[in-house]
């Protein structure tokens, strides 16, 4: 093969790449199709402050507390189970939910995590969720822990205590965030369920903001958490204290992103290694003073360099989405939306791919209200990502967005209905042999002639 039939090669190669990244974007899963508000009334309140778990028991169940806000200046914290039924047509997937009383009042801005799960059998179902911490309705920061139980039995839900509770915090904290390492040995407590390791990272004290992370210590030997543990994280970098950030875990890794303190709001994205404590910067906008939070330079994303980042921001949402679409993406991804900067309130859409370790800005059909301090659940098994509440300066939203990620299966040839990681390391990997190949012809005819 001469050199400029190999040139043509590559040529067709990088036609081919360019082709299929403008037509599947950079991961194969990052389109919305489909964004819409509905607001089933029977089910749903003005909420703000909401904070969710993950999804639990494998059928779109989360825990949710939140500030309800029926009419301004008349609110109420509230703490329930939340079940959203998968449909096909994603404005019929809102179910009523199931509440029960608690002998222990919801808190605001408490700390919500999936701690640990049951074992289950064929009519009913548990959970354990943990919320830690928060404002109750005394004004007062919490060091309460609680210990609780989602049960279903077919189409009957419950959220109970179950008679037990952790070990209160070292000092009151509110509006942290908590996560589990999945990937860690797993404990039994008394009541049979699996215990993995729960950690709390920032949030507010009383005296100020916080950026020390404790850890639920559960002595060997013993299955009953005994206390709480400050971790002291290696390596020579560690983010700046910060509340109102938000996390999200996929595997042992912790991914957290933005915050504010006293004066400055964060762009930057950390993640956390559960395994040897080690804190790394990814990425970063740029800390934006509050003082400057109406600047345009601190939501313009037109001088932007790739690979593009989300703006500084706080009291914003992530989730985790599976990858587990039949004909895009086959890794995880994380979603971001919503927050503010102090002077502006964001209506965007992210998705950060960990595989690539890039973001994505994510253009919407329909864009929702600029909104922060709101809720992101994704669908347990499917696409769907659901925005709930939260507010603005002036409003206290009660309608719930739905997201539809699905990834619809291209006309053409069947090869692209490939997952696209599939397809890119092809096309890279046939692009590399041809470059490489250039490289040896042009060696080759050199030292011929």
């Known amino acids: 093969m001469n050199t400029r039939a190999v040139f043509a090669l590559v040529a067709v190669a990088c036609i081919f790449a360019h082709v299929y990244a403008a037509d599947w974007g950079m991961n194969g899963t990052l389109t919305v199709h489909k964004s819409e508000v509905f607001k089933p009334t029977s089910v749903v309140e003005p909420a703000t402050s909401v904070s969710a778990s993950r999804a639990?028991?494998?059928?779109?169940?989360?825990?949710?507390?939140?500030?309800?806000?029926?009419?301004?200046?008349?609110?109420?914290?509230?703490?329930?189970?939340w079940q959203i039924v998968m449909g096909e047509n994603p404005s019929n997937a809102i179910a009523?939910?199931?509440?029960?009383?608690?002998?222990?009042?919801?808190?605001?801005?408490?700390?919500?995590?999936?701690?640990?799960?049951?074992?289950?059998?064929?009519?009913?179902?548990?959970?354990?969720?943990?919320?830690?911490?928060?404002?109750?309705?005394?004004?007062?920061?919490?060091?309460?822990?609680?210990?609780?139980?989602?049960?279903?039995?077919g189409n009957s839900l419950s959220y109970v205590l179950d008679g037990f509770s952790f070990p209160s915090l070292p000092v009151g904290r509110s509006h942290g965030i908590a996560e589990t390492d999945l990937t860690a040995a797993l404990q039994v407590d008394h009541d049979?369920?699996?215990?993995?390791?729960?950690?709390?990272?920032?949030?507010?004290?009383?005296?100020?903001?916080?950026?020390?992370?404790?850890?639920?210590?559960?002595?060997?030997?013993?299955?009953?958490?005994?206390?709480?543990?400050?971790?002291?994280p290696l390596g020579p970098h560690q983010p700046e204290p910060r509340t109102r950030h938000a996390g999200v875990a996929i595997g042992n890794q912790w991914y957290v992103f933005g915050g504010r303190?006293?004066?400055?709001?964060?762009?930057?994205?950390?993640?956390?290694?559960?395994?040897?404590?080690?804190?790394?910067?990814?990425?970063?906008?740029?800390?934006?003073?509050?003082?400057?939070?109406?600047?345009?330079?601190?939501?313009?994303?037109?001088?932007?360099?790739?690979?593009?980042?989300?703006?500084?921001?706080?009291?914003?949402?992530?989730?985790?989405?599976?990858?587990?679409?039949?004909?895009?993406?086959?890794?995880?991804?994380?979603?971001l939306a919503a927050g503010t900067n102090n002077a502006t309130y964001f209506n965007d859409v992210w998705a950060f791919d960990p595989l690539f370790n890039a973001w994505e800005h994510i253009t919407l059909p329909t864009a929702y209200t600029p909104r922060a301090y709101g809720a992101l659940m994704a669908s347990h098994n499917e696409s769907y990502v659901w925005l709930y509440g939260g507010e603005d300066a002036?409003?206290?939203?009660?309608?719930?967005?739905?997201?539809?990620?699905?990834?619809?299966?291209?006309?053409?040839?069947?090869?692209?209905?490939?997952?696209?990681?599939?397809?890119?390391?092809?096309?890279?990997?046939?692009?590399?042999?041809?470059?490489?190949?250039?490289?040896?012809?042009?060696?080759?005819?050199?030292?011929s002639s």
């Open 261 to 335: 303190n006293e004066t400055h709001v964060f762009g930057d994205l950390w993640v956390f290694d559960f395994s040897n404590y080690n804190w790394t910067l990814l990425h970063d906008f740029g800390v934006v003073p509050m003082s400057e939070a109406a600047e345009p330079w601190t939501t313009d994303l037109s001088n932007q360099t790739l690979p593009m980042v989300p703006p500084a921001r706080f009291g914003h949402a992530m989730t985790l989405m599976k990858g587990a679409n039949l004909y895009g993406n086959s890794n995880d991804l994380i979603i």
């Open 96 to 153: 009523p939910h199931s509440t029960s009383s608690l002998s222990i009042p919801p808190a605001l801005g408490c700390m919500t995590v999936l701690g640990y799960t049951a074992p289950s059998n064929a009519s009913v179902v548990f959970a354990n969720v943990m919320n830690a911490g928060g404002i109750p309705p005394n004004g007062v920061r919490s060091t309460t822990a609680i210990d609780s139980a989602v049960s279903a039995a």
């Open 394 to 447: 002036n409003s206290v939203y009660d309608e719930i967005w739905t997201l539809d990620f699905t990834v619809i299966p291209p006309k053409g040839p069947s090869f692209k209905s490939l997952p696209n990681n599939i397809i890119a390391g092809v096309a890279g990997g046939i692009l590399l042999v041809l470059i490489i190949t250039v490289v040896v012809l042009k060696v080759t005819d050199r030292n």
């Open 192 to 232: 049979g369920y699996a215990n993995a390791s729960v950690y709390i990272y920032g949030g507010e004290y009383d005296s100020g903001i916080t950026g020390s992370m404790l850890k639920m210590r559960t002595p060997p030997g013993l299955s009953i958490p005994t206390g709480w543990d400050e971790i002291t």
């Open 56 to 81: 639990v028991l494998g059928n779109n169940i989360w825990i949710l507390t939140y500030r309800a806000a029926a009419v301004v200046g008349n609110t109420q914290n509230r703490l329930k189970l």
